[in-house]
Nanobody
C-alpha cells in the first residue's frame, strides 16, 4: 500500500513563494510518474506539474510555466514543487499523485493520492 503525504502549504501574499513536498512510503512503484494537481471547491482537479520516474521529463500546466518547478529525489522518495510569483488564483488544495509508467494529465490513471495541502494566496 502506498502512502503519499504532502506538506509545505500555507498562506502567502501575492508575489511570494512556497515549496510543497510530497513524501512517499510503502510499495511505491519505482517507475512511477509523479504529479502535482490542484483543486478548488466546485471545480475539477487540474494538473499543475508532472515528472517522470527518472526525472528527465517534466511538464507543466500553462499557468505554471515559468513560475513553478517540479523535482524529485528518488533516494528519499520525495517530490517537490517550488512555486514562485504566486497569484491569488493559485489558491487551492494541492495534491501529490503517483502513476505507473508514462506521465499523463488524466487524473483517473493515478493510483495513489495524498490528502492534500492547502495553499492560500492573498492579494
Amino acid at each position: 500500500q502506498v502512502q503519499l503525504v504532502e506538506s509545505g502549504g500555507g498562506s502567502v501574499q501575492a508575489g511570494g513563494s512556497l515549496r510543497l513536498s510530497c513524501s512517499a512510503s510503502g510499495d511505491i512503484d519505482s517507475s512511477s510518474c509523479m504529479g502535482w494537481f490542484r483543486q478548488v471547491p466546485g471545480k475539477d482537479r487540474e494538473g499543475v506539474a508532472l515528472i517522470s520516474a527518472d526525472g528527465v521529463y517534466s511538464a507543466y500546466g500553462d499557468f505554471a510555466k515559468g513560475r513553478f518547478t517540479i523535482s524529485r529525489d528518488n533516494a528519499k522518495n520525495t517530490v517537490n514543487l517550488q512555486m514562485n510569483s504566486l497569484k491569488p488564483e493559485d489558491s487551492a488544495m494541492y495534491y501529490c499523485a503517483g502513476k505507473r509508467g508514462n506521465c499523463s494529465w488524466y487524473t483517473g490513471r493515478y493510483y495513489a493520492w495524498g490528502q492534500g495541502t492547502q495553499v492560500t494566496v492573498s492579494s
